[in-house]
């Protein structure tokens, strides 16, 4: 059995910052990690980051996984286990892993779950055939690995991540042959449409894919028009050619963790699915567990920063070290956050959690038949 | 419509033009941000605090344009890609550009307009690429007058072959 103080679970954007402002009270802590490296969705991240400017905005993503890294490599009183994956939690607070195909045990006084998300996936016909990939897998391949995933793209999803993955396969020299939207507008930032819109990308809103066409392999798509109630338009199809379909139709918060260990979970639509009841300093229902991060709800890394740092500020609070101005800090990262979601698009966000902060929910938790 | 093309349109357009006089005087920013996001470093980029300071940070950004002198200093600092610098004195668009191979002055590039369509061959007359600005490079091209308001992206390699 491995003891420490906190245990950070995911090495993504909020739980490296969880782990990093933990540390500094003076905690033992540990973050596991499943790839081999620390940093999340953050490594592959090549554009700059919106936000504010004090917290890191214009920064590439790339450059502030490194910081970060470079920040927990240098606390010693942070213990980084990658290629650890959590295996499951017990009553007894104990969380098992393993780790270089070893199972291991880990209790720690406070454990600070920051798993991230997991994409969705789009039904359609033919969506089984190689080259329907996910935008995460693109990225990696490309971003990561510096592999073309193909020549020809066709992107499903105008939201931040088809356009930022658009215009990061027009940077690896990919045509993006088309970007198609179900909904009627465009749903990521308007500068990230223009900017692939001026390197001449078209993008295709109310319009849906149909089928996937090739025998053995993307050779395109059947993309159809949509009327106002996102029916399909007979007689609208057009096929466009493609050896790549690369889906970034939303993310889903991956809590099955927290579902595991009993913490109370409601379905939010504006935070992308099954998300924790929680307080405002990310505390569950559950005394030894904390969230942070798009396990939380799906948000920006940039939001996912912030949580991780008053999660892990609470944690460690609350078993004992204590910093005399942790209120001030609390309150200062608070008001951060506030400022960030105070737009159009973060007050989609602030209404899910408002649904789903301890106290205010009221229906039935959505997994306790499970007991 | 801007919302579902991805292409601002001339109501759009409206909002960001400074008027002759100012043009007149020499090179200016315009900010091609439109729509209520998350993001300040414009603000901070700007060394003659012509930028107002965000009084909340998803406001859109407003250029007192006779404060800017059209340095440019904010157009590589934009996450969005939104910042354009024209002077009408000189002939030249200064925009960001984040693709390799860069170019070099001299080379002659194709114009793309907000739609990506080529509109017109310009000369690149000077290429900042600081290590300062991060990757992205400032690109500077000599266009007709009437052109300045309409291209906003280059394509490079093809006319130099």
Not at chain 1, 65 to 73: D, N, P, R, S
Not at chain 1, 337 to 349: A, H, T
Request: net charge negative.
């Amino acid at each position: 059995m491995i003891n420490t103080d906190i245990l950070v679970i995911g090495g993504g954007p909020a739980g490296m910052t969880a782990a990093i402002k933990a540390s500094e009270s003076g905690a033992q802590v540990i973050i596991i990690e499943r790839y081999h490296e620390l940093g999340g969705q953050l490594i592959k991240q090549t554009h700059r980051f919106f936000g504010s400017k004090k917290e890191q905005a214009g920064i590439r993503g790339i450059s502030i996984a490194q910081e970060l890294t470079e920040k927990i490599e240098n606390h010693s009183n942070i213990r980084v286990m990658t290629e650890a994956t959590a295996e499951g939690y017990y009553e007894d607070e104990v969380v098992t892993i393993s780790h270089e195909n070893k199972f291991k045990k880990i209790k720690a006084k406070k454990v600070i779950i920051a798993t991230g998300a997991s994409e969705n996936m789009l039904a359609f016909e033919n969506n089984d055939l190689p080259g329907v990939y996910g935008a995460g897998a693109v990225q990696t391949l490309m971003n990561l690995y510096g592999i073309l995933p193909g020549e020809k793209v066709i992107m499903v999803g105008a939201g931040n991540i088809g356009l930022i993955v658009s215009y990061q396969l027009l940077q690896a020299g990919v045509d993006v042959e088309a970007v198609i939207e179900a909904a009627p507008k465009i749903g990521g930032y308007l500068v990230h449409a223009s900017k692939i819109r001026r390197a001449g990308v078209p993008i295709y809103t109310s319009h849906s894919i149909k089928k996937a066409i090739g025998e053995n392999s993307v050779q395109g798509a059947e993309v159809v028009e949509l009327n106002d109630n996102w029916e399909m338009k007979v007689g609208t199809e057009k096929v466009i050619e493609a050896d790549i379909i690369c889906l970034a139709v939303g993310l889903n918060p991956l809590s099955d963790l927290l579902i595991q260990a009993e913490c109370e979970v409601v379905y939010t639509p504006e935070l992308g699915g099954d998300v924790p009841i929680r307080d405002e300093n990310l505390k569950t229902t559950k005394d030894h567990i904390f969230v942070a991060g798009d396990v939380a709800g799906i948000e920006e890394a940039t939001a996912a920063m912030l949580e991780g740092e008053i999660a892990g500020l609470k944690a460690v609070s609350e078993i004992g070290y204590s910093n005399e101005n942790i209120f001030e800090e609390l309150n200062r990262l608070k008001t951060e956050l506030n400022k960030l979601r105070s737009g159009p698009v973060g007050k989609v966000i602030k209404n899910g959690i408002e649904k789903v902060r301890r106290g205010n929910y009221v229906g039935k938790n959505r997994y306790s038949h499970l007991r | 419509m801007l919302e579902k093309t991805g292409i601002p349109t001339s109501d759009d357009l409206k909002a960001i033009k400074p008027d002759k006089e100012r043009l007149k005087k020499g090179p200016v920013a315009l900010i091609e941000c439109f729509r209520k996001i998350p993001c300040d470093p414009c603000f901070y980029s700007c060394p003659f605090d012509a930028i107002d300071e965000f009084k909340d940070i998803n406001d859109i950004p407003n250029l007192d344009y006779e404060t800017c002198t059209g340095c440019g200093n904010c157009i590589a600092s934009c996450p969005g890609l939104a910042i354009f610098v024209v002077d009408y004195n000189k002939n030249t668009l200064s925009l960001p550009y984040e693709f390799l191979p860069v170019p070099e002055k001299g080379d002659l590039v194709w114009g793309l307009n907000r739609a990506g369509k080529k509109v017109k061959k310009a000369e690149v007359v000077r290429v900042k690429d600081p290590a300062k600005n991060d990757k992205t490079a400032v690109v500077t091209i000599k266009l007709p007058k009437e052109y300045l308001m309409e291209v906003r992206n280059i394509e490079v390699g093809e006319l130099n072959g």
